[in-house]
């Protein structure tokens, strides 16, 4: 009898903690849902769009269902344990849990209406320093926003503390509730929630749950997935039989201690299209921070607002289905000036780290060019000066040394600028260049003015050249009401094109122009400005221009940063005697000159600092587990094709298994190789 009416007592203990968590557990709800009406509403009234409000709401709160119901068995957990020990402790317990939610919620929510990107892992990537700097840079937040946000937490925390007191759930309600959980649970298992719109990645990145992603993000950071170490392929990029015949495919020497070594077999593409001089060409690489195809160049699909770039493109060789390496500014200058491996957070965040590796900048400095590199902001940012310092660079000039008689970019409201805007930066570049270099030069330039907070110098001409360029495309009212969400981004967009235009214009004049060719692209579309898919985000511009060219020409086919550092060399050493190792570690195969939508090559690509999610091979992108199709314009299409996406999901792992390898200490070259070419 003792025994029974312990158990009766326990089992009604039970019963009263199950009934006070049902409550807690739908107040939570509440919230749950009362902050995606917030996100929504707030994200849709600031970024206007063409949205299927029911499809987006649909996902939205699916997500949010499903989110909830993990959130509330892991709350279990917690609780009942918890309510045995002490009811008020449990229920304190778990309005603080909720109360953590709904701060973090509310910060992400934030910070996606600015970036208009979930947070995720990413900032994991980033240095105390380099945070402070980024937040920095973002707007200020509005006084009507802060009483909103103050509001709704008052809400929430009046939930908790009234409604407990004014409703008790019955035996009936607390099994239907249970029941309705469980299924729910069971369902948030097998069922893929609906994307909020095929074409628009904007909206599918609005009805994902905020705080879900950058949890599920940062476990998966802290926690990553073991994965087989012991099976390397011949190459990644296609050695098997079964795979594409025109994917190009690397030689390699000895994966086991050189995972990346290969013979260098890119073929020289640019000797057709350009004159031979007597002496090796000086050769300037202009990097546009955020410069998208998006917004870039005849037939971009939000509108042509770089008439320059455009211009130039008709007289250059031109790349329209071009794509950057990584979706910052992290991954372009050891994409583009060392085709190198990503490591674990982009190559240059290894630091001090970073291994022995031949670049561009090494190789063309051993045959005797002169090298430099010139950024408005901070050159430390993202580890780019240590990364420059290691490929034995001559020359960095940033902010730090420009000195007297240069304006920096307007402060944002926190008192932030992020240095010099491009025009002072091309100013500077030109009056560091009195006369012209007596030998060949190499010569980087990074600029900053399109980047958040947008602010730049004679900002009301570009605000107002901004609506000039709306009344020339011909937009409707409506349309251009949309567009003036983004004035400040697309202002920019028109002020760094003018600058491209000056410093064009003004080298033309310089008695070293004749024997210069020019690589100008984008580091990563501009996120700031909503985006249509997963490849968007890569999907840039690449132009080479110079009075050397032939001929022009305008090129579908699809090449990446990678491509560019093996292309160039590859031209030099077809034209002229330099010393070049025939054994290399570049990532990419050389740009491809096909006129129509082609792809040689498989390639990863690196979203985030902490994102390594796409995979591309020839037309098909990979991104987690699903298949995309590009299509002319770099438009895409989901794909279903379960084969294909074996093969790639194979192909992307061993890139992984690879990249771990040279993450856990495998050298990229032999000392022997590194040692004879590496400029002392």
């Given at each position: 009898?003792e025994?029974?009416?312990?158990?009766?007592?326990i089992?009604?203990?039970?019963?009263?903690?199950?009934?006070?968590?049902?409550?807690?557990?739908?107040?939570?709800?509440?919230?749950?849902l009362?902050l995606r009406?917030?996100?929504?509403?707030?994200n849709?009234?600031?970024?206007?769009?063409?949205?299927?409000?029911?499809?987006?709401?649909?996902?939205?709160?699916?997500t949010?269902?499903?989110?909830?119901?993990r959130?509330?068995?892991l709350?279990?957990?917690?609780?009942?344990p918890?309510?045995?020990?002490?009811?008020?402790?449990?229920?304190?317990?778990f309005?603080?849990?909720?109360?953590?939610?709904?701060?973090l919620?509310?910060?992400?929510?934030?910070?996606?209406?600015?970036?208009l990107?979930?947070?995720g892992?990413?900032v994991?990537g980033?240095?105390?320093a380099?945070?402070?700097?980024?937040?920095?840079?973002?707007?200020?937040?509005s006084?009507?926003?802060?009483?909103?946000?103050?509001?709704?937490?008052m809400?929430?925390a009046a939930?908790?503390?009234?409604?407990?007191?004014?409703i008790?759930?019955?035996?009936?309600?607390?099994l239907?509730?249970?029941?309705t959980?469980a299924i729910?649970?069971?369902?948030?298992?097998?069922?893929?929630?609906?994307?909020?719109?095929?074409?628009s990645?904007?909206?599918?990145?609005?009805?994902i749950?905020?705080?879900?992603?950058?949890?599920?993000q940062?476990?998966?950071?802290?926690f990553?997935?073991?994965?087989?170490?012991?099976?390397y392929?011949?190459?990644?990029?296609?050695d098997?039989?079964?795979?594409?015949?025109?994917?190009?495919?690397?030689?390699?020497?000895?994966?086991s201690?050189?995972?990346?070594?290969?013979?260098?077999?890119?073929?020289?593409?640019?000797?057709?299209?350009l004159?031979?001089?007597?002496?090796?060409?000086?050769?300037?690489?202009l990097?546009?921070?955020?410069?998208?195809?998006?917004?870039t160049?005849?037939?971009?699909?939000?509108?042509n607002?770089?008439?320059?770039?455009?211009?130039?493109?008709?007289?250059s060789?031109?790349?329209?289905?071009?794509?950057?390496?990584?979706?910052?500014?992290?991954?372009?200058?050891?994409?583009v000036?060392?085709?190198?491996?990503f490591?674990?957070?982009?190559?240059?965040e290894?630091?001090?780290?970073?291994p022995?590796?031949?670049?561009?900048?090494?190789?063309?400095k051993?045959?005797g060019?002169h090298?430099s590199?010139?950024?408005?902001?901070?050159?430390?940012?993202?580890?780019?000066?240590?990364?420059?310092?290691?490929?034995?660079?001559d020359?960095?000039?940033?902010?730090s040394?420009?000195?007297?008689?240069?304006?920096?970019?307007?402060?944002?409201v926190?008192?932030?600028?992020?240095g010099?805007g491009?025009?002072?930066?091309?100013?500077?570049?030109?009056?560091?260049?009195?006369t012209?270099?007596?030998?060949?030069?190499?010569?980087?330039?990074l600029?900053?003015?399109?980047?958040?907070?947008?602010l730049?110098n004679?900002q009301?001409?570009?605000?107002?050249?901004?609506?000039?360029?709306?009344?020339?495309?011909g937009?409707?009212?409506?349309?251009?009401?949309?567009?003036?969400?983004?004035?400040?981004?697309?202002?920019?967009?028109?002020?760094?094109d003018?600058?491209?235009?000056n410093?064009?214009n003004?080298?033309?004049?310089?008695?070293?122009?004749?024997?210069?060719?020019?690589?100008?692209?984008?580091?990563?579309?501009?996120?700031?400005i909503?985006?249509?898919?997963?490849?968007?985000?890569?999907?840039?511009?690449?132009l080479?221009?110079?009075p050397?060219?032939t001929?022009?020409?305008?090129?579908?086919?699809?090449?990446?940063h990678?491509?560019?550092?093996?292309?160039?060399?590859?031209?030099i050493?077809?034209?002229?005697?330099?010393q070049l190792?025939?054994?290399?570690?570049w990532m990419g195969?050389g740009?491809?000159t096909?006129r129509?939508?082609?792809?040689?090559?498989?390639?990863?690509?690196?979203?985030?600092k902490?994102?390594?999610?796409?995979?591309?091979?020839?037309d098909?992108?990979?991104?987690?587990?699903?298949?995309f199709?590009?299509k002319q314009?770099?438009k895409?299409?989901?794909?279903?094709?379960?084969?294909?996406?074996?093969?790639?999901?194979?192909s992307?792992?061993?890139?992984?298994?690879?990249?771990?390898?040279?993450?856990?200490?495998a050298?990229?070259?032999?000392?022997?190789?590194?040692?004879?070419?590496f400029?002392?």
């Amino acid at each position: 009898m003792e025994i029974t009416g312990k158990l009766k007592r326990i089992s009604e203990r039970l019963f009263i903690a199950l009934q006070s968590f049902a409550l807690l557990s739908i107040i939570c709800l509440f919230i749950v849902l009362l902050l995606r009406l917030f996100e929504l509403n707030y994200n849709l009234y600031f970024h206007s769009t063409k949205v299927r409000l029911f499809t987006l709401y649909r996902s939205a709160f699916l997500t949010d269902l499903f989110f909830w119901c993990r959130f509330c068995a892991l709350q279990l957990l917690i609780f009942l344990p918890l309510f045995f020990l002490n009811k008020k402790l449990s229920n304190i317990v778990f309005g603080g849990i909720v109360f953590i939610y709904l701060i973090l919620q509310l910060s992400l929510t934030l910070y996606f209406s600015q970036a208009l990107v979930p947070l995720g892992a990413d900032v994991y990537g980033y240095s105390f320093a380099e945070i402070k700097q980024t937040i920095g840079a973002s707007g200020h937040v509005s006084m009507a926003l802060v009483f909103g946000v103050l509001a709704l937490i008052m809400i929430c925390a009046a939930g908790f503390y009234f409604i407990p007191k004014k409703i008790k759930i019955g035996k009936r309600a607390l099994l239907l509730i249970a029941i309705t959980a469980a299924i729910s649970v069971t369902l948030s298992s097998f069922i893929a929630v609906p994307r909020a719109a095929e074409s628009s990645e904007f909206l599918n990145n609005l009805s994902i749950n905020k705080t879900g992603f950058f949890l599920t993000q940062s476990l998966e950071h802290f926690f990553p997935e073991e994965t087989e170490t012991d099976i390397y392929a011949d190459s990644y990029i296609g050695d098997d039989d079964d795979r594409e015949s025109s994917i190009a495919r690397f030689d390699y020497i000895d994966e086991s201690h050189y995972p990346f070594l290969h013979r260098d077999s890119t073929h020289d593409v640019l000797s057709p299209f350009l004159r031979k001089e007597n002496g090796p060409p000086n050769i300037v690489i202009l990097l546009v921070e955020g410069l998208g195809r998006a917004f870039t160049n005849e037939g971009a699909y939000l509108g042509n607002f770089t008439p320059f770039i455009d211009s130039l493109s008709n007289e250059s060789i031109y790349w329209e289905n071009f794509l950057s390496e990584g979706g910052r500014t992290f991954a372009v200058l050891p994409s583009v000036i060392g085709s190198l491996p990503f490591y674990k957070n982009g190559f240059a965040e290894a630091g001090d780290k970073m291994p022995p590796h031949l670049s561009l900048i090494s190789l063309l400095k051993l045959n005797g060019y002169h090298t430099s590199f010139y950024y408005g902001g901070d050159s430390r940012f993202d580890n780019m000066q240590l990364f420059l310092k290691k490929s034995n660079i001559d020359k960095v000039t940033d902010e730090s040394n420009f000195g007297p008689g240069y304006a920096l970019m307007p402060k944002s409201v926190n008192g932030f600028s992020w240095g010099y805007g491009d025009k002072e930066l091309f100013r500077k570049y030109f009056n560091d260049r009195t006369t012209a270099a007596k030998s060949p030069f190499l010569d980087i330039v990074l600029t900053v003015s399109t980047h958040t907070p947008f602010l730049v110098n004679d900002q009301q001409q570009y605000l107002d050249k901004f609506e000039g360029r709306l009344q020339q495309l011909g937009f409707e009212d409506d349309r251009k009401k949309e567009y003036r969400d983004y004035k400040y981004q697309y202002a920019s967009i028109l002020y760094t094109d003018d600058a491209i235009r000056n410093f064009i214009n003004t080298y033309s004049k310089r008695a070293d122009f004749n024997n210069t060719i020019f690589f100008i692209t984008g580091d990563h579309r501009m996120p700031e400005i909503p985006m249509a898919s997963k490849i968007d985000r890569y999907h840039v511009p690449m132009l080479i221009y110079s009075p050397l060219l032939t001929r022009t020409a305008k090129i579908s086919s699809i090449s990446t940063h990678f491509d560019i550092t093996p292309s160039i060399l590859a031209y030099i050493k077809a034209n002229y005697p330099v010393q070049l190792p025939s054994l290399v570690s570049w990532m990419g195969s050389g740009l491809d000159t096909m006129r129509s939508l082609n792809s040689k090559h498989a390639y990863p690509l690196l979203q985030t600092k902490t994102e390594l999610v796409d995979f591309l091979e020839g037309d098909i992108l990979l991104n987690n587990l699903q298949l995309f199709k590009l299509k002319q314009g770099l438009k895409s299409s989901p794909v279903e094709d379960e084969a294909k996406a074996a093969t790639m999901l194979h192909s992307f792992n061993e890139f992984k298994k690879k990249n771990e390898r040279a993450i856990n200490g495998a050298p990229l070259l032999p000392d022997s190789i590194y040692n004879r070419y590496f400029p002392r």
